[in-house]
């Protein structure tokens, strides 16, 4: 795109002082923006990608990393400790955590009722008790397990294992648990293909060297069948679109949950 812009540049200069000279600073810019939204419109198309795709980054980034950082209040389950304890106690690997958070920033963005999931991957207790710990493949995965960061999660750092409490102030907590799993393997190898991954700002849902949460969640366990929104020229999974193939599946079942609705 850059090789195309240098080229508008390259009308003669009197064209651009044309402009200025009509319009000023407002005309000119505003013709700049249209040669940037006209480039990147059809780099998107010639590259198969989601249309407006450098213009959607950059201001998905931008908004991302200015009001995620905004929460207008405490979530109400940081007050509920008997819940929260409950949870911490009763967790099992390859769980699939669903928080609400309205109050954060992030969650303007989010359609629908939950705003965000993450695996929890167990503690170095559960992994010695299952021989994982063993397996030289998923040693990073161990690594940090042992030291507290059992939740696998997509954020705006990518593809990440932190602590639990990472993602317990919220609002409302649902977990699923798979009844039978493929294989621990199978999952841990589809984990350690996503380590590493960039956040997908663009929201491509056919870009698999980027994630969200939900594309995360959804290519480690492949048989929960989710129905993609289609939204902004893109196709993706939200929060609330995988909770749906979760209620549909007869391999997983709610445990645990507690919130507004548990009431």
Request: contains cysteine; aromatic residues 12%; glycine residues 6%.
């Amino acid at each position: 795109m850059n090789q195309i812009l240098a080229k508008s540049f390259r009308i003669p200069i009197t064209i651009w002082g044309d402009i200025f000279a009509r319009t000023g600073w407002i005309g000119l810019l505003f013709g700049l923006f249209a040669v940037h939204m006209a480039t990147d419109f059809t780099i998107s198309l010639a590259r198969h990608q989601p249309l407006f795709t450098t213009t959607f980054e950059w201001v998905a980034k931008g908004l991302a990393n200015s009001v995620g950082f905004i929460e207008l209040r405490p979530g109400y389950l940081t007050q509920d400790d008997h819940a929260l304890s409950s949870l911490k106690e009763q967790l099992q690997p390859f769980d699939i955590i669903l928080v609400a958070a309205p109050f954060k920033g992030t969650s303007f963005f989010t359609p629908g009722r939950y705003t965000h999931m993450a695996i929890w991957l167990g503690t170095s207790d559960d992994w010695k008790a299952a021989d994982w710990d063993k397996n030289q493949r998923y040693k990073p995965l161990f690594k940090a397990v042992s030291q507290g960061q059992s939740l696998l999660q997509a954020d705006r750092d990518g593809v990440v294992q932190t602590p639990l409490s990472n993602i317990l102030n919220a609002d409302e907590i649902a977990v699923y648990r798979p009844s039978k799993l493929t294989s621990p393997q199978f999952h841990f190898d589809r984990i350690m293909q996503n380590m590493g991954k960039a956040y997908d700002y663009n929201l491509d849902g056919f870009d698999h060297n980027r994630v969200i949460c939900t594309e995360l969640v959804s290519g480690i366990f492949p048989g929960i069948r989710v129905q993609k929104s289609t939204r902004l020229w893109r196709s993706f999974i939200l929060p609330d679109d995988l909770l749906r193939g979760l209620e549909r599946s007869t391999n997983w079942q709610r445990w645990f949950h507690e919130g507004p609705q548990s009431q």
